[in-house]
Every structure is written in structure tokens, then in C-alpha cells.
């Protein structure tokens, strides 16, 4: 079975989120469907969207899984952003969250540390 995943993130100022998840990500957005939407492409068949919808900004909740988190968390300081938590789960799972202006919740996920 073939899965595509779009995962949405509600947000109150288009030009502003495009900024801020550029800056996130590392790059611009793979493309634009229209004028209030903007996608960039993670992996294969896995999106992450932000679309116009101000009555709901701020309530959505992401964790993606990386095989080089300490790699991205480095790059994403160089863009200027820092996470507002980083935390260690007993099994020796990170993770480290970030909150767009609109205060959604990007968690970044990793394994334990060799």
C-alpha cells in the first residue's frame, strides 16, 4: 500500500510561517498549491503544509524522527532558532520542540546517543 503523508499546520500570516519554517527547515517551500498554503516535501511521500486559518493557529502538534537530530538541531541554531524544550525520555529517546510564531508545536525526534 502506497501512503502519502500531509501533515497540516495552521497558521494566522502566510508570509510570516513560509519565513519561519524556511528557516526551520533549511530551505524553501517545495511548492505553493495556492495563495494561503505553502509545502515542503520532508522524505519521500511526506509533507509538512502550513495553511491560512487563523481561528485555529497554534494548536497543532508534529513530531518527526531523525536519524541525524543533532545534525539538524546545529543547522536550525545556525538559521537563528533555538527549541524552547529539550527533553530525554528513560529509554534514551530526544526530543527538542520549536514553536512558530503562532506557537504550534514542531517537535524533533532522535534516537539515544551512541
Do not use: C
Amino acid at each position: 500500500m502506497d501512503i502519502d503523508l500531509f501533515a497540516g499546520v495552521p497558521v494566522s500570516d502566510h508570509d510570516r510561517a513560509v519565513e519561519w519554517y524556511a528557516q526551520l527547515l533549511g530551505r524553501p517551500p517545495s511548492f505553493h498549491p495556492n495563495d494561503v498554503e505553502a509545502v515542503w516535501e520532508l522524505a519521500e511521500h511526506r509533507y509538512l503544509f502550513t495553511e491560512v486559518l487563523p481561528d485555529h493557529a497554534g494548536h497543532a502538534r508534529h513530531t518527526v524522527f531523525l536519524g541525524d537530530l543533532e545534525e539538524w538541531v546545529a543547522g536550525i541554531a545556525e538559521r537563528g532558532l533555538e527549541p524552547v524544550t529539550r527533553e530525554t525520555y528513560e529509554n534514551g529517546v530526544r526530543k527538542v520542540t520549536y514553536r512558530d510564531p503562532d506557537g504550534n508545536e514542531i517537535g524533533l525526534g532522535g534516537g539515544p546517543l551512541d
